[in-house]
């Protein structure tokens, strides 16, 4: 691929602005050989995975292990008797070669993300307890650019902080090693994987991939727009602390997760869901006009809910479970961390957990936008 095929590629997987600065004039082979930043080597090749002569996730999950693993030291420096983390990275390593089931990688992920919601005395065993739930979380389809932010963590974890001078000899290792053990991705042209005939629904009706993407996006990206937020939050209050840039983060992930619902739902298929979402999320974030450190907020967010949001509103069986779910969406979207858990409202208070704009009228009013939203999408796919 030359150095114009390389950044039409990066525009359109919508790659970070320090991305396409550095890779401008740089042909693929160059870029791969060349590059110093293992957290950029891994964002790309999870972006093309499915795409012909990239790695698969499985290989790069493994990656991401190692990746993580290198960031134990910190955390069994500080808790020695404590093996959570080593388990979560024996049986996301034992899923990547086909001896554990997504389900048990999953719940490994939960078990690493309530350490990480601990504080921890140090920023090094911090981002240890970080790197691990990445690496965790990168073998779920639902995940996006988690093994990215397992090299991101690993660097910072063995840095002990964000000592940026100490960050390039510590990336160039993480570079060197993601080289030696991930091929080096022989694509010779962007071809995003569904325009091959994975979303045979949509060809079937006549539109092409690119067409469908688009009609898909749109109703999202006004439904879920900032100017809606505006208008449905309107007069609530936020945490102390929580800026409009963290709220919208996560309204916009519940669009992203609407997106979600409506394609598993259609397909339950991983490799034809993977391909509608690579290709509108992109198209989700220009309708949306994303700044870049919201954007980031959103990456951020969906990384490390989106999986425990699917899996609880797969537990919605009627109106009461939905009347909770989104009660809990609704908190997180304005500052309240209300865990996506197995436990109803009261049990969560027991506990000390506080909701935030739990009128029932806002939850009932963000819970049809976000059905309806589902529905319109699946009729676009089915």
Known sequence: MNAAGLYDLLVKLAARKEILEWARGKPLDQAWEECERADWMLWLCERMIGNEGWPTRQQIVLVACDCAEIALGAWEKRYPKNPDLCKALEVTRAWAKGKATLEEVRHAAINVRLLVDIPSRDTASHFAKKA????????????QDAAAEAAHDTVVAKVGGFRVLFFSRKYKKLADMV???LDYPALTRFQPQSEGG???????????PNDVADMI???????FSS?????????????EGWTLGDALAVWYSLGHFALVV???????????????LDLCRPRL????????????KLRTVVNETEAAAFASYSRCNKSNDLSLFFSRYVSRILGAPVPFSERDMFEDQLMGIKYLGSDPILCIAVCKLFVGVCVEIKELLG
Not at 132 to 143: E, F, G, N, R
């Open 227 to 239: 100017t809606r937020f505006t208008d449905v939050f309107k007069g609530q209050s936020m945490a």
């Open 132 to 143: 691990v739930y990445a690496a965790t979380i990168a073998a779920d389809p639902l995940s």
């Open 217 to 223: 996006a749109t109703p999202i990206g006004s439904s």
């Open 198 to 208: 994975e979303m045979a629904h949509q060809s079937s009706k006549g539109a092409a």
């Open 179 to 181: 080289r030696e053990k």
């Open 262 to 276: 409506a394609a598993w739902s259609v397909y339950n298929d991983q490799t034809q869901v993977s391909g509608i």
């Open 285 to 296: 974030v220009k309708l949306w006009n994303v700044p870049p450190d919201v954007l980031d």
